[in-house]
């Protein structure tokens, strides 16, 4: 069974970081897709970043301000949020698909509030 952590969400200031992290149970390699969603009050839930074996690709709302990334050997998915504005709060979800078994996999949601 899959299951994927979220952690380092918070409370800061506009212009302010983050740091988001995701640890997966077991190799993040059986997927072929991992990435970060978000979802804020009233909206859907819209693709911020992910990762592939081929790069990376981003939301243009995000684009020059999150960084996606993965250590493999810890089997976890980071994603470093700067300049952050009030407009990029949501519950961040991590997420990684599986080509394998056709599925998408999710966390429970982390809270980032971004105040002005």
């Known amino acids: 069974q899959v299951q994927l952590v979220e952690s380092g969400g918070g409370l800061v200031q506009a212009g302010g970081s983050l740091r988001l992290s995701c640890a997966a149970s077991g190799s993040i390699f059986r997927f072929n897709t991992m990435g970060w969603y978000r979802q804020a009050p009233g909206k859907q839930r819209e693709l911020v970043a992910a990762?592939?074996?081929?790069?990376?690709n981003y939301a243009d709302s995000v684009k020059g301000r999150f960084t996606i990334s993965r250590d493999n050997a810890k089997n976890t998915v980071y994603l470093q949020m700067n300049s952050l504005k009030p407009e990029d709060t949501a519950v961040y979800y991590c997420?990684?698909?599986?080509?394998?078994?056709?599925?998408?996999?999710w966390g429970q949601g982390t809270q980032v509030t971004v105040s002005s």
């Open positions: 997420n990684a698909f599986s080509g394998t078994t056709v599925r998408h996999y």
């Open positions: 990762i592939t074996s081929g790069g990376t």
